[in-house]
């Protein structure tokens, strides 16, 4: 029995029959049949069915089970159980894990039912697990699979625009390109009110669109909201460095320092940067000290990088450096 047959409209007993009566060998059945037409009715209505008639068997079989199909399944059980909150970050753990799917495409995530009642805090957590992975997503093709994730967002953010949410929210549709809608939650959010999160997810869609000079502000914006807060410095400093004023750069990360004297990143910043201004053989050495700890490789080679270029630094000195770098 192949996926496409299911979707014609096999009946669940022809599925289980199949299976040899497991209903979580249906299950997967079935959801490979989803995989292949995400927005078919037929693989779901089995599915309803199959939760109705054989649901103690189906916990019991699907508990802590966190293959991909198993995960697709419950997060359609949820929403049939009106769990929409755990629906949603199922279904974004699964879009993370396997983007090139439409897996969003599925009727029940359009619903009225579950649009109007998963939480602003649930479907932001369901963004971020669709980014964990890093897959690339700024292409044509990603934003016609996300088109219902796009639309969630922006039906979710007018019920409930909790600002904190809206800022994480914002991040899906950065990564696909689309910072109009990145935008405008943060417009979204800030009519509510004024908070870090959301003049950080301004920044940082102003930095992807390679506009530095507003993304420092927007950072700037950001510490006036949280001046405690050192990742901010480290961020600041970062597009300073970008920009080329290292004087700057190092000035933010000893501030940040200040806050969290002991933080790797802050360290390396700060070693970096003031190598990069001054040639100190000193400095570079405490940043060769403190790079391996940094968890990072593409910003450890990026502040290497900055500190090799420092003015009149030994070869030798450099040499060692570099081996840091790969």
């Not at 059945?29 to 078919?40: I, K, Q, Y």
């Not at 802050?266 to 070693?271: G, H, V, Y």
């Not at 940067?273 to 790079?291: D, F, H, K, N, Q």
Request: hydrophobic share 45%.
């Amino acid at each position: 029995m192949s996926n496409q047959s299911v979707a014609a409209g096999v009946t669940l007993a022809g599925v289980l029959a199949h299976c040899g009566g497991n209903p979580v060998g249906a299950v997967k059945l079935l959801v490979g049949s989803v995989a292949s037409a995400p927005a078919a009715p037929q693989p779901y209505a089995a599915l309803a069915e199959l939760w109705q008639d054989r649901r103690q068997e189906l916990k019991a079989g699907l508990e802590g089970d966190g293959s991909l199909p198993s995960v697709l399944a419950q997060a359609y059980f949820f929403f049939l159980g009106g769990e929409m909150d755990d629906a949603a970050m199922s279904l974004g753990s699964v879009t993370g894990a396997r983007p090139g799917v439409s897996w969003a495409a599925a009727p029940w995530f359009g619903d009225e039912r579950f649009l109007d009642t998963v939480s602003a805090e649930a479907l932001a957590e369901a963004c971020l697990r669709t980014l964990d992975y890093a897959h690339d997503l700024d292409s044509d093709e990603m934003r016609g699979r996300f088109a219902p994730w796009f639309h969630a967002i922006d039906t979710v953010s007018r019920r409930s625009p909790v600002p904190e949410s809206l800022a994480a929210m914002a991040r899906l549709p950065r990564a696909c390109g689309r910072y109009e809608q990145s935008f405008a939650l943060c417009d979204r959010a800030d009519a509510v009110e004024r908070v870090m999160w959301t003049a950080v997810a301004r920044a940082s869609t102003w930095r992807a669109m390679g506009d530095l000079d507003r993304a420092a502000a927007a950072f700037e914006d950001a510490l006036t909201l949280d001046p405690g807060n050192w990742s901010l410095y480290l961020d600041l400093g970062d597009i300073r460095a970008e920009q080329g004023d290292f004087a700057a750069a190092a000035g933010l990360a000893e501030q940040g320092l200040c806050h969290e004297p002991r933080e790797v990143s802050l360290r390396a910043a700060s070693a970096a940067y003031r190598t990069r201004l001054s040639g100190s053989p000193e400095e570079l050495r405490a940043l060769i000290t403190v790079a391996p700890e940094l968890s990072q490789t593409a910003y450890r080679n990026l502040l290497l990088d900055y500190a090799c270029a420092g003015p009149g630094l030994s070869p030798a000195l450099v040499a060692e450096a570099r081996r840091l770098r790969d």
